[in-house]
């Protein structure tokens, strides 16, 4: 199964983000398709195609990640973009933090075989939109917009392991597993 480690905003920032990408989306961007609200979320580790027999091993590797992690404050502020790929909307407050449980979470996959050892940093964001295959659509400008975007902040409680299917009008997400930051029973 395809799976990732994530956190998921509360339902107050979600709003907030789509009230400010509302405008955005009714552009004239036909290469650009839109990621749907319900499924925003701040990606820590993706582990891609997660063998059934490892699935009980990264549960348990996650759920002592969360264990030893703590409640973050975090706000959705500020656009970015990688290249024309993916828009995306950034990620203040406890980042370091942030990055620390991002960078155990994908240790995680690294020794489990599911990730490589040499990886890019971890950049917190949540991403609103992906350019189409094939499309040759400029996404620096929609960034610019977002940039002056800040949310309220709110508190990130719970990491979720999640299962992704892939379909043709995009991705569907459910809960695998989730653990509160802390510690507590979840999974």
């Known amino acids: 199964m395809r799976l990732f480690a994530a956190l998921f905003p509360d339902d107050g920032a979600l709003r907030e983000l789509e009230r400010a990408v509302r405008p955005l989306r009714r552009e004239d961007a036909e290469g650009v398709r839109w990621t749907p609200v319900a499924g925003w979320h701040l990606t820590l580790a993706f582990y891609g195609e997660v063998p059934d027999e490892l699935v009980p091993e990264l549960r348990q590797r996650l759920g002592a990640v969360a264990a030893a992690g703590s409640t973050l404050t975090l706000r959705l502020a500020g656009g970015g973009r990688f290249g024309d790929r993916a828009l995306w909307a ?4 406890d980042t370091e933090p942030l990055t620390a449980l991002a960078t155990a979470a994908r240790d995680t996959g690294t020794t489990l075989g599911l990730l490589p050892d040499e990886r890019p940093g971890y950049v917190p964001h949540l991403t609103v939109a992906l ?6 659509t400029a996404l620096a400008p929609y960034a610019e917009r977002l940039d002056a975007f800040a949310g309220r902040p709110w508190a ?13 009008d995009g991705s569907r997400y459910s809960t695998e597993a989730s653990w509160p930051l802390g510690g507590g029973a979840g999974g």
Do not use: F, H, I, W
Request: glycine content about 22%.
């Open 156 to 168: 990130a409680g719970e990491l979720v392991l999640v299962r992704s299917e892939t379909g043709p």
């Open 131 to 136: 350019a189409r295959r094939g499309a040759r």
């Open 90 to 93: 950034g990620v203040d407050g």
